[in-house]
């Protein structure tokens, strides 16, 4: 049977579930404004002191260990080239053959003058004694003696000087065969045979570079260096034997470290620039003389070093850093921290915690300073508190 209202029963009606909805929805907003607000979970890490090898990324170009220039030491005709253009070459290996005619007679006629000036002295040897036996008889005067004794004495030092001129010529001849003065690599002939070659002509005939190991030099700042010094001798670092790792121009690294050479003690005024020269083993030759490359260089190490992850370090406008430690009652505190030394992927920590705080990594979002906070290891995940609902109430319920 169909129920029917009169107009003013349903006017009644209508009005009171105006008035009503209002209410019941004010009763629920009340109930959700009166419930706790949930407490941040945050993860943290535990600080402990360490170890910490510091490093610094230089850029530096590789240099040949040693570097000859070949040049003639005698003027004449090339006659051959003894060597194949890119290859090895040992020291003392011959490369170039010069005209060496002309030498060979000079050298010739110097082994003659020297015959000659041994014959004459033995002829003046004989002469000298003679005459000072005739002086002690009166047979010559003393003058007459000591006359054929000088004369004596010219013949040998003329010996010693037709000696020294044989040798000079064995050694001139000799120049006429070029030889390499280190082992290395040799490079493009700047001669050809039938040129023309002087002892004193400004261009090598070619250059031998010796590569294994091979130079890699690097340039640091002059504060920089000064500031890495003062660390050590402050004993805020401690120094040991630099390891250096090069990294090549196509990002990969270079399979053999280096070693790190004394700096050049001066200051390049126009860049203000120290140079540090690395020495690198190059077994294979992979590293070739005027590679540009990026060199690690190790600074030493802090004996009880801090590292935070960057993420959980914020800085203020001036750069000064902080991050957030939760205390014994699991309230969040905030703590300036010195941390002007990246490593990898955290900072160095110098100054402003302690081994056994608990740093704040994870959940920084809705982590505030002063408020607590639910505190668990960083990476974990946190299980929800007992009595939490898994899904928020509904309005209007």
Do not use: H
């Not at 570079?209 to 640091?220: A, K």
């Not at 050590?232 to 790792?245: N, R, Y």
């Not at 280096?258 to 020269?277: F, H, Q, S, W, Y």
């Not at 850093?321 to 490593?343: F, Q």
């Amino acid at each position: 049977m169909r129920l029917s209202l009169r107009p003013q029963t349903r006017s009644l009606l209508l009005a009171i579930a105006i008035i009503t909805t209002p209410l019941g929805l004010s009763a629920c907003g009340s109930a959700e404004a009166d419930k706790p607000k949930p407490v941040p979970v945050v993860g943290v890490i535990i600080a402990k002191a360490q170890a910490v090898e510091l490093t610094t990324e230089l850029a530096g170009r590789t240099e040949a260990f040693e570097i000859a220039e070949v040049r003639p030491q005698v003027a004449g005709l090339v006659m051959a080239r003894l060597f194949q253009e890119g290859s090895y070459v040992r020291e003392g290996q011959a490369l170039y053959q010069i005209d060496s005619r002309l030498l060979a007679a000079t050298q010739a006629q110097a082994t003659a003058t020297v015959a000659s000036a041994e014959a004459t002295v033995e002829a003046n040897r004989l002469r000298a004694e003679r005459f000072e036996a005739l002086a002690e008889q009166g047979g010559v005067s003393k003058q007459e003696a000591a006359d054929a004794r000088a004369t004596y004495n010219q013949s040998r030092a003329a010996v010693g000087q037709a000696r020294a001129a044989l040798a000079s010529a064995r050694v001139n001849l000799g120049f006429t065969r070029v030889t390499s003065p280190i082992s290395g690599r040799i490079g493009i002939s700047m001669v050809t045979k039938g040129a023309l070659v002087t002892n004193a002509q400004a261009t090598p005939m070619a250059k031998v570079q010796r590569l294994d190991p091979m130079y890699v030099n690097i340039r640091q700042s002059s504060a920089d260096f000064m500031a890495l010094r003062r660390a050590i001798e402050s004993g805020k670092l401690v120094s040991g034997a630099a390891p250096v790792t090069v990294i090549l121009p196509d990002g990969s690294e270079y399979p053999i470290a280096g070693k790190l050479n004394p700096a050049d003690v001066d200051v390049n005024p126009e860049t203000g620039t120290i140079t540090v020269r690395a020495v690198v083993p190059n077994p294979k030759g992979d590293l070739l003389p005027g590679l540009f490359v990026r060199a690690k260089v190790g600074q030493g190490s802090v004996p009880d070093g801090i590292l935070v992850p960057q993420a959980a370090v914020t800085r203020d406008p001036r750069g000064r850093a902080s991050v957030l430690v939760a205390n014994a009652k699991d309230e969040l505190e905030k703590r300036d921290i010195t941390a002007d030394t990246p490593v990898g992927q955290n900072w160095l920590v110098t100054e402003g915690l302690k081994p056994g705080d608990k740093v704040v990594v994870e959940g920084l979002v809705n982590a505030r300073e002063g408020a607590k906070a639910k505190v668990v290891p960083a990476g974990s995940k946190p299980q929800p508190e007992n009595g939490a609902k898994a899904s928020p109430a509904t309005a209007g319920n």
